[in-house]
């Protein structure tokens, strides 16, 4: 494969390894902090970062979508909260598959709204890779003991989160075509801390933000971040929507490598199946028919 078939790849892969690896950390940082205040944090911290590398790709747009941004934000920041409370409502076995489905949203929507031209092979190929994202994600042990409800307020809220970062991911395209790739990266940080802000100042209980925080966890996490929601923007500028988000979204399988491998998390068979699917799955959106 030449380098031009290779550069999409290597684009969506390195958003993929960010918040697989920000996965594994971010569970460390919500225990000592919490999840909202985790997630603050986060976001705070990379606004911060992506403005000390403003200098370097800055450019103001012709024509500012001041409503598109102020949507980014208030998605990015409201269905993170959501998340917390899916989590807190529903069970963890059976929200973390729903809300993984999110990829999808984002396919059916940069083909209907973008005019995304799949072919059969790709139609396949993000199917089985999505499909493998849930199987990945689903923790079989449990599932097996857990009485499914599909109208717990958790599920429908973890519905909604897909539906979220759906519309949110596939919204990045057409704005980072609008008003470029950097300008739409900060300008969508900073609507989301402000969204963010103004949640935790109509909170009951605020807790204090900096107590307890793991500053050798947070800041990786914050720099990884970066990286990936940055190069995440700057790919969907150039290539399909479709493509870039399924890829980007399989970050649970470095996730799970990384328990294997590293925090000596035993694998469970159906999660190497699932693996060995996402990785068919991501080598058949290589093929150009």
């Keep these: 494969m030449s380098n031009v078939i290779l550069l999409p790849l290597f684009l969506s892969l390195i958003p993929m390894f960010g918040w697989g690896l920000i996965s594994v950390l971010a569970a460390n940082l919500s225990r000592k902090v919490g999840g909202f205040n985790g997630g603050l ?30 949507i980014q934000g208030i998605l990015g920041a409201g269905t993170y909260i959501l998340y917390c409370q899916a989590l807190e409502k529903g069970k963890v076995p059976i929200v973390v598959p729903v809300v993984s489905a999110w990829a999808f949203i984002s396919v059916i929507l940069g083909v209907i709204f973008l005019g995304e031209v799949i072919s059969p092979i790709k139609a396949i190929s993000i199917f089985i890779t999505i499909l493998g994202i849930i199987i990945l994600t689903i923790n079989w042990n449990k599932i097996t003991r857990t009485r499914i409800n599909l109208f717990n307020p958790g599920v429908l809220l973890a519905l909604l989160v897909a539906l979220g970062w759906g519309f949110s991911f596939f919204y990045l395209g057409p704005l980072t075509k609008q008003m470029g790739w950097f300008f739409t990266t900060i300008g969508s940080r900073t609507f989301i801390i402000i969204s963010f802000f103004l949640a935790y100042f109509l909170r009951p209980q605020q807790s204090n933000l900096f107590q307890g925080v793991p500053w050798k966890v947070l800041l990786p996490i914050a720099a990884l971040d970066v990286v990936a929601f940055t190069t995440y923007n700057l790919a969907v500028s150039r290539y399909y929507v479709s493509y870039v988000s399924v890829i980007s979204s399989a970050s649970p399988l470095v996730a ?24 068919l799955g991501i080598i058949g959106l290589q093929f150009k028919n």
């Design 256 to 279: 799970v490598v990384l328990g294997e491998f590293w925090l000596k998390e035993k694998t469970t068979r159906w999660q190497k199946f699932a693996i060995a699917v996402i990785i």
């Design 41 to 70: 944090l986060i976001q705070l911290f990379a606004f911060l970062g992506t403005l000390l590398i403003s200098p370097i790709f800055f450019s103001l747009p012709e024509k500012i979508n001041w409503f598109g941004l102020i």
